[in-house]
């Protein structure tokens, strides 16, 4: 019974912001890493940005500076803050979650980003 459910995708214009939310049950959340990852059209699924159990943060170059992951273990959710947006993250965000052998994804949610 495992589900990860994203939200907060949409239409924006180029240099705005949307707030990301994957709210997770059936794991234990706290002790799992979380991640973020988008596919564009006809593009490979590629890794955003990550956060391990303790806080530490990883982002791909493309976001550096733009993106903020976070995660709040009380709510058992993971956010992606988006800011400065460009076309080029047009792609349907996917949230992760793994420990070891485990492995979960949500069904995404679409960001647009045009003008």
């Known amino acids: 019974q495992v589900q990860l459910v994203e939200s907060g995708g949409g239409l924006v214009n180029p240099g705005g912001s949307l707030r990301l939310s994957c709210a997770v049950s059936?794991?234990?959340?706290?002790?799992?890493?979380m991640g973020w990852y988008r596919q564009a059209p006809e593009k490979q699924r590629e890794l955003v940005a990550t956060?391990?159990?303790?806080?530490?943060?990883n982002y791909a170059d493309a976001v550096k500076g733009r993106f903020t992951i976070s995660r709040d273990n009380a709510k058992n959710t993971v956010f992606l803050q988006m800011n400065s947006l460009k076309p080029e993250d047009t792609a349907v965000y996917y949230c992760?979650?793994?420990?070891?052998?485990?492995?979960?994804w949500g069904q995404g949610t679409q960001v647009t980003v045009s003008s």
């Open positions: 992760n979650a793994n420990k070891g052998p485990f492995a979960y």
């Open positions: 059936g794991i234990t959340f706290r002790i799992y890493a």
């Open positions: 956060i391990t159990k303790d806080g530490i943060t």
